[in-house]
């Protein structure tokens, strides 16, 4: 029995060891990404981009991919993992404010049904929830307000 490249299923390639790890959609992905990247810098000709798409779209181990930006430059390759990283730094730190805003919140909601409780029960109304709801409140505004400004600056250094 044979693949769709033409060797037996129990045989491997010569590139690829048997301990090789897998290529993904993902990293294949990642690497036309990369070429593409090369050839609009002029790194690749029409001809060396065509032929590596192609390999790289057949590839089935990572080895392979790697044998095909192994000779572009590193900073080409580093690029597109800072901007990565910087997105999914981006990302939970808009998340974690998201989930102290919900958790502050829930908790006051809780608070002024609490006082609504008490009050209703003793005949006591005074507003004790106004200063935890106040304490956490700053806390939240100073954790949003320095997030949602450094995420802002640094999307427009990048659109600059």
């Keep these: ?5 033409g060797t037996a299923l129990g045989s491997r390639p010569a590139a690829a060891p048997a301990a090789a ?3 993904g959609a993902a990293d294949r992905d990642r690497a036309v990404d990369l070429l593409g990247d090369a050839f609009a810098a002029g790194y690749l000709t029409k001809e060396e981009f065509d032929e590596r798409l192609d390999i790289a779209t057949r590839a089935r181990h990572r080895g392979e991919l790697d044998a095909l930006v192994a000779d572009l ?3 080409l390759r580093t690029s597109r993992d800072r901007a990565r990283r910087r997105a999914r730094k981006a990302r939970a730190a808009r998340l974690g404010v998201r989930i102290h805003a919900g958790v502050y919140a829930g908790t006051s909601l809780l608070l002024v049904v609490v006082w609504l409780a008490v009050g209703r ?10 200063w935890p709801v106040l304490g956490w409140g700053v ?6 307000v320095p997030v949602t400004l450094a995420i802002r600056a640094r999307e427009r250094r990048r659109d600059v």
């Design 73 to 75: 430059p590193a900073r």
């Design 139 to 144: 806390g939240v505004l100073g954790h949003a």
């Design 121 to 130: 029960a003793t005949d006591f109304w005074y507003p004790w929830p106004i």
């Design 1 to 5: 029995m044979t693949t769709d490249s």
């Design 21 to 23: 790890p897998r290529a």
